[in-house]
């Protein structure tokens, strides 16, 4: 079990487990160390923090963030982000409004289709409506077999039922993210297949790469370390662990030992 996972996500955003019981999880896995990056929110990072008093423990703020680079989506995790700061507000709140308006649109579309799913019950509920959610009401009903399997077959990228969604600009986001104070990291850039991108990145100023991450290969691992030290790019770890099995993730399926959570630490100035 590593020391530091610094990618989860909880039912602040597209999660299954609150805050609470994540901070409950790490404590008995005796993970040392939680960012809960939820999309687009903070919220999941300020409950941690409230429910890690008296744990052992240490939440990382966290945050990650969808952007564009030319065709391809590029997720950033912001790390020490200052949560009163309007512009990032103001980000935030636009991120998790297109969020729910494609879900809602690929929602009508998968009933057009025949699949077992009323968006208009949907839109009245008080869920996090996203496409996580869409696949978990698919795999109750027994559409699919798995979360990953309907993102695969029905509403990802290349699937019928998907709807796009327009994302802020990758460097813009960068430049904001760093001006505010944080510190932003490239989420797993070689299971999204961008991590030629990375040097680019760098030139925006951009403070690291996740090299550890749950569905990266040994190789993959190796070849992003590789490239963080060429390029002076600090390293993050995390499994993307969203509660469930979700990109077959569990807490601590990735993550950074205690040496490399200190020097995580250093290069985002929180050592």
């Known amino acids: 079990m590593p020391f530091a996972d610094l990618h989860t996500h909880s039912t602040a955003s597209d999660g299954v487990l609150t805050p609470e019981q994540m901070i409950a999880e790490a404590q008995d896995k005796g993970i040392s160390a939680l960012a809960i ?14 429910a890690s008093v008296g744990t052992s423990v240490r939440v990382i703020p966290g945050v990650e963030i969808s952007t ?6 590029v997720h950033l995790l912001a790390f020490f982000v200052n949560p009163s ?26 009933q057009q289709g025949g699949f077992p799913i009323d968006p208009d019950e949907l839109e009245k509920s008080e869920a996090n409506i996203n496409r996580p959610l869409l696949a978990r009401i698919l795999v109750d009903n027994g559409c699919v077999a798995s979360v990953d399997e309907c993102f695969r077959t029905l509403i990802g990228r290349t699937s019928p039922y998907y709807a796009d969604i327009e994302y802020p600009n990758t460097a813009e986001v960068i430049h904001l993210v760093l001006d505010r104070g944080g510190y932003a990291f490239i989420a797993h850039p070689a299971a999204y297949r961008v991590a030629d991108l990375i040097p ?16 990266h290969t040994p190789d ?14 600090a390293v993050s770890g995390g499994s993307d662990w969203h509660g469930d099995a979700t990109h077959g993730a569990f807490l601590g399926s990735a993550g950074l030992e205690q040496d490399e959570f200190e020097l995580f630490l250093h290069a985002c100035n929180h050592y």
């Open 68 to 73: 564009r680079f030319g065709w391809r989506d």
């Open 200 to 215: 680019a990145f760098a030139k925006e100023g951009m403070t690291g790469i996740e090299a550890y991450y749950t569905e």
């Open 220 to 233: 993959q691992t190796a070849k992003l370390l590789e490239m963080a030290h060429e390029l002076g790019l």
């Open 85 to 110: 700061d309007p512009d990032l507000a103001r980000l935030f709140e636009q991120g998790r409004d297109k969020r729910r308006e494609r879900a809602l649109k690929m929602a009508r579309l998968l």
């Open 37 to 50: 990056t939820d999309h687009d929110t903070l919220e999941g990072s300020r409950r941690a923090i409230d």
